[in-house]
């Protein structure tokens, strides 16, 4: 069965110090792979997606994310991290029928200055 | 830049009542979902859309839900007789092509079953 783990439910950094937010999959065929924001009281916002390719891709507001497929994660990172950084992160993992995305549980970043 | 529109913002309804919660999708994006977040918790998937019809639906989505797109612009998810279990935010998301775009999600409606 499909699924998404993040291990991580609340993670506190300092400003400026960088990030990992984990994410593992569960998925039989090719994983196509997503990260969203969601501040407080909103929608979520795309980060960045893997499809194929470039195992290491780059999203908005500096983040990142490497695919490994021999260890089902799909990590996010961000060298340095701002205030604003602070939300609710999830990772889903999308069928190529577009029929089904499955949402990991979320993990909680808090930013201190 | 295009967006996802959701209406209403906030819905409050009593126990038993129906409610239809309604999402403008993007002009050319041909699959429509809906999600589910209670307070506090992930983003549960409830329901895809494609070409008029359900193409996967969560158990999450039984008889008390349905959706569709009655006048090819809004896409509506009704739930006939809420509980208050039912009481979420409420996304819907829409998609131009699968495999290779990304799902863009509405602004939410916050339901409230009292």
């Known amino acids: 069965a499909q699924s998404v783990t993040q291990p991580d439910i609340h993670i506190t950094v300092s400003e400026g110090a960088s990030l990992e937010l984990r994410c593992n999959y569960s998925y039989g065929a090719t994983p196509y792979l997503f990260w969203y924001v969601q501040s407080p009281g909103q929608g979520l916002q795309l980060l960045l997606k893997y499809f194929s390719g470039d195992t290491l891709v780059q999203g908005i507001k500096g983040f990142e994310a490497e695919f490994k497929r021999s260890q089902s994660s799909f990590n996010l990172r961000k060298p340095s991290v701002h205030w604003s950084d602070a939300a609710e992160y999830f990772c889903?993992?999308?069928?190529?029928?577009?029929?089904?995305?499955?949402f990991g549980t979320g993990t909680s970043l808090t930013v201190i200055p | 830049e295009p967006e996802v529109t959701q209406t209403p913002s906030h819905q409050v309804t009593q126990m038993g009542q129906e409610v239809i919660l309604r999402c403008v999708p993007i002009s050319n994006h041909l699959y429509f979902y809906w999600y589910r977040q209670i307070l506090g918790q992930k983003v549960e998937f409830l329901v895809s859309f494609y070409n008029n019809e359900i193409s996967e639906k969560s158990e999450i989505f039984d008889d008390q839900f349905s959706v569709e797109r009655p006048d090819g612009s809004n896409f509506t998810l009704k739930i006939r007789s809420t509980k208050l279990e039912d009481s979420a935010m409420y996304f819907c998301a829409t998609l131009r092509q699968p495999p290779l775009n990304e799902q863009f999600f509405g602004p939410g409606t916050r339901l409230t079953v009292l």
């Open positions: 889903a993992v999308g069928t190529p029928t577009g029929n089904q995305f499955y």
